[in-house]
């Protein structure tokens, strides 16, 4: 009995249950998995209802020979994105050796039996060659393909929320190849709704040298061509995207900015002169953060207003600000301030705004602690681009796929499992596989125990699996 998913090679096999229960009744069979349902199936199942993987017909191909279709790059690439799998060479090992899900991304039998030119065997191409015409995209590219895909992701109620958050992560390459570590730096515009927080467009630039407003200016200008001149209502900014001139702009065009200041610019120097002054102090919530060893604890957090407050000579308009005064355990006193384009908004509406910029932060956390993000395998720059942009939509996407998960089981008043409840065995026989219930199998070799005997500890491993 041979475990045929843990070879290189595999076959095209078809389903006929009543062959495979003859021969299990004979004694002979080739294999035997269990078919059970697990989470990365639970996704991938999820993103086909979605139409996910339906959406990359105009992605750009720069290839002069196409082999194979681009689109069956992008399902494979972000399909083993989706549930994880680190290395292009761990996601083919693992995608191409299952041929219901290559069939779910349009590989019929024809297309996977001729194989790949250069692999011989019968995966419908190998990952050097996904490599190969990721390698030949650079970041204009996905830039532009993100703004048609996100009108799509917009289309989900889920993801039609006006507050969004913008900020930048650097991504690190290996040496590999090269004589130094490489980074880019991904500017990232997510969306802040009450089901989570989804990156839905991005721009990529080689660090050090890509400015965090050099990315920041156009990405806005994307989504405002992508979505409607209305789409983004309020944008929170921290202080490395200050430029008054774009902030001007960004006001002329509708939008509502909450961003931290410097503590060297003049509207906040002015507020700090005052600050000794003012006795209507109110205390603001502590932010929920861990404690960071060798600095002492924060135990008040106060806030200040100062409406129609002068701004700078840059941005030439007055402004909102609240000031925020820090005291920790020892007695230190910190000061800092956030300002608003709106100058309606009170100082705690200010902060509560620039408080949930925080759900970013978490996002690119989440994406560097479990997603690897900040520290990506040794690979060509085009290749790291394609990790990159497809591990942010498969970020949006996972998260798509639970809240609609959500909504579904709220919709039917009681939890409803994604999961199938009873497992079943896939067992191999020649060039036919069954899905067979465990009492089935079992059948077999109980009626005719003898013909099981020399491969009895294989069958109890493969129960012992299935049970786990």
């Not at 006001?251 to 002054?277: H, K, N, S, W, Y």
Request: aromatic share 10%.
């Amino acid at each position: 009995m041979t475990d045929s998913c843990s070879t290189d090679h595999w076959e095209i096999v078809t389903r006929n249950d009543a062959a495979v229960q003859h021969a299990l009744d004979r004694g002979e069979c080739d294999g035997l998995l269990p078919d059970a349902w697990n989470g990365p199936d639970d996704l991938l199942q999820l993103g086909l209802d979605l139409g996910l993987f339906d959406q990359f017909a105009d992605f750009p191909d720069h290839r002069r020979r196409r082999t194979h279709p681009h689109e069956a790059y992008c399902k494979v690439l972000l399909a083993g994105l989706l549930i994880d799998r680190r290395s292009l060479e761990d996601i083919g090992r693992v995608l191409f050796t299952s041929a219901v899900a290559l069939d779910k991304f349009g590989f019929n039998v024809r297309g996977t039996r001729r194989g790949g030119r250069r692999t011989g065997d019968a995966r419908p191409f190998d990952m050097e060659a996904l490599a190969d015409y990721f390698d030949l995209l650079g970041p204009d590219d996905y830039a532009g393909h993100q703004q048609t895909l996100s009108q799509w992701l917009r289309g989900h109620p889920a993801l039609r929320g006006r507050l969004f958050a913008l900020d930048c992560a650097d991504a690190r390459l290996p040496n590999g190849h090269h004589t130094t570590e490489r980074h880019w730096k991904a500017a990232v515009l997510s969306v802040i709704t009450k089901q989570g927080t989804f990156p839905l467009l991005w721009r990529f630039g080689p660090a050090p040298e890509t400015g965090d407003l050099t990315l920041a200016r156009p990405l806005v200008a994307d989504a405002r061509a992508a979505w409607g001149a209305g789409a983004i209502g309020t944008l929170l900014l921290d202080a490395g995207f200050i430029d008054g001139a774009w902030l001007g702009e960004l006001v002329e065009a509708g939008l509502r900015v909450i961003v931290r200041l410097r503590d060297d610019m003049d509207p906040v120097r002015a507020a700090l002169a005052q600050a000794p002054t003012r006795t209507d102090w109110a205390p603001g919530p502590l932010p929920k953060r861990r404690e960071t060893p060798g600095r002492p604890r924060l135990v008040r957090r106060e806030l200040v207003g100062f409406p129609d407050w002068p701004g700078w000579e840059a941005y030439g308009r007055d402004l909102a600000l609240c000031l925020v005064r820090d005291t920790y355990a020892d007695g230190t006193v910190e000061y800092w301030a956030i300002m608003s384009t709106d100058l309606a908004l009170s100082a705690r509406q200010i902060y509560d705004l620039f408080r949930k910029r925080w759900d970013i932060e978490e996002q690119f956390m989440a994406l560097a602690r479990y997603h690897y993000f900040n520290a990506l395998g040794a690979c060509r720059d085009g290749v790291a681009l394609a990790k990159l942009h497809f591990l942010l939509l498969a970020h949006t996407a996972r998260e798509l796929c639970y809240a609609l998960a959500d909504a579904q089981e709220h919709a039917a008043g009681h939890p409803r499992p994604w999961r199938r409840r009873i497992n079943r065995f896939i067992v191999y026989w020649g060039s036919y596989y069954a899905i067979l219930l465990p009492s089935v199998v079992m059948t077999a070799f109980l009626r005719y125990p003898e013909r099981w005997q020399a491969s009895r500890e294989e069958v109890l491993a493969a129960i012992r699996y299935l049970e786990a």
